[in-house]
């Protein structure tokens, strides 16, 4: 390929809709992606003008991680720093302080019984880590018949195949894969509302499941509070309390996936918080490193870590290439202080005012079932899926990206957005709600 040839935006996008896969894509593609050039603060600046912008303020923090926003002094320098030091060395063997000092750190932030860090690639490694470590310690202490997860309807966890196996049987397509996908145990989905009251019918529901199939089960897995890919559903933080219970009770493990909560997002610094409950294993990824670079992270209790360590297999198997990558792990070091050094929550609740006020005259709209706001999070649920092409359109006229799904226009900005900026968000979610 000549150089000259990947110049023009046109030709770079040929290639892109020809050879490159993009999230949950056809090949080809079927709307071609936007050119982005650049990134600074909240804005990303695109090769050609969509909705007659060509900067547009990102609505998504790229996807729940670019928290800070986007070519942040702070965080660039800590990349540079580490870059003149190493880039990566293997961890078999080795180890560095960029690494040393975050697997410390989110020991220190994170509720105290969990101690020990494995740092993963992505989230769904780490999902992947976390009940790797269950059903390991299950066989290490001689309960290898404990295997099972069960989780609630309506989770997302990844795409590798142990966590779409607990990702919602529709939206993680499991008719695709049957005969492929470790069977795993559902019950319905939590009621919906961060304030409402536990519901007893669904609280006895769950007690009965977990005790029935307690013999088999390895753990519990759930995303904590906010239910992110597989709906943007918010529930009350007593199931995270009852489940804790539960799980005691009948000796099973619980896991909570907090790769989209973590750092934040749902207002208090991991949703574990909102039930000051502890979870025996905690995944948390894409704002650890303020979305500058892949790493996730599978946190779990001494005693997990101890029952791993009497199996006849002693050591947790499983060392990616990248594990504990220098430079992503010194980056999220400088996210996590400039996320602590500031009061990150008056920032967050600024953001959910900035939504809540923003997002308000859509309740009731036509077409619109459902408008919801928890921490930094909007949610806009349409009565019907989304015309992802037309929203999207309709967003970037109002100079904003964003990227609806199934019925949810949803914005999560990063916690940087100024209020001018935030009312544009808002402004683009309700468009693209009409629009879509
Ligand atoms: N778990 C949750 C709750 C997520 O939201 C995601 C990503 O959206 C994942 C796991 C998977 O993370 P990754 O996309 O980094 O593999």
């Not at 996730?296 to 029952?307: H, P, Q, V």
Request: aromatic share 6%; proline share 6%.
């Amino acid at each position: 390929m000549l150089h000259d040839e990947l110049t023009t935006t046109q030709h770079l996008l040929e290639l892109d809709r020809a050879h490159v896969w993009h999230p949950y894509g056809p090949m080809p593609a079927a709307i071609t992606a936007q050119l982005v050039e650049s990134a600074s603060g909240v804005r990303l600046t695109l090769a050609e003008p969509l909705g007659g912008h060509r900067e547009l303020i990102d609505g998504m923090s790229s996807w729940w991680a670019a928290l800070h926003g986007y070519n942040h002094p702070v965080l660039n320098a800590a990349v540079r720093g580490q870059l003149e030091r190493m880039s990566h060395v293997m961890f078999g063997g080795l180890t560095h302080e960029p690494a040393i000092r975050l697997a410390a750190r989110l020991v220190e932030i994170t509720p105290e019984p969990l101690q020990h860090v494995f740092l993963a690639d992505s989230g769904s490694v780490a999902v992947e880590v976390a009940m790797k470590m269950c059903l390991q310690y299950w066989q290490s202490v001689g309960r290898p018949e404990k295997r099972r997860l069960l989780t609630w309807r309506g989770g997302y966890h990844g795409d590798t195949f142990h966590p779409m196996s607990v990702c919602d049987p529709e939206g993680g397509m499991h008719q695709l894969w049957g005969g492929v996908l470790p069977q795993q145990v559902f019950v319905p989905e939590p009621p919906a509302g961060f304030d409402a009251e536990v519901d007893q019918e669904y609280a006895a529901l769950l007690a009965d499941t977990v005790e029935r199939h307690a013999a088999e089960l390895a753990a519990v897995i759930v995303e904590p509070v906010v239910q992110g890919a597989g709906g943007m559903r918010f529930h009350s933080p007593g199931y995270l309390t009852l489940l804790r219970r539960l799980c005691d009770e009948h000796g099973v493990l619980l896991v909570f996936d907090e790769i989209a909560t973590g750092f934040g997002r749902s207002g208090a610094l991991f949703a574990a918080d909102h039930a000051a409950v502890s979870p025996d294993v905690m995944c948390l990824g894409k704002a650890l490193t303020g979305g500058y670079l892949t790493m996730a992270a599978t946190l779990c209790t001494g005693e997990l870590a101890a029952g791993i360590s009497r199996g006849a297999v002693p050591v947790l198997a499983h060392g990616p290439t990248f594990m504990g990558n220098p430079l992503a792990a010194a980056v999220a070091n400088a996210s996590i202080d400039l996320l602590l050094g500031q009061d990150w929550l008056t920032e967050v609740k600024r953001i959910e005012d900035g939504l809540r006020t923003g997002l308000a005259g859509l309740a009731g709209a036509p077409g619109v079932l459902d408008v919801r706001v928890q921490g930094a999070i909007g949610v806009v649920q349409l009565d019907h899926p989304v015309d992802m092409a037309g929203a999207t359109e309709a967003a970037a006229r109002e100079g904003v990206w964003l990227r609806p799904f199934r019925d949810l226009v949803y914005t999560m900005p990063p916690y940087v957005t100024q209020d001018a900026d935030l009312a544009r968000i808002t402004a683009g979610v309700a468009a693209a709600a009409v629009a879509g």
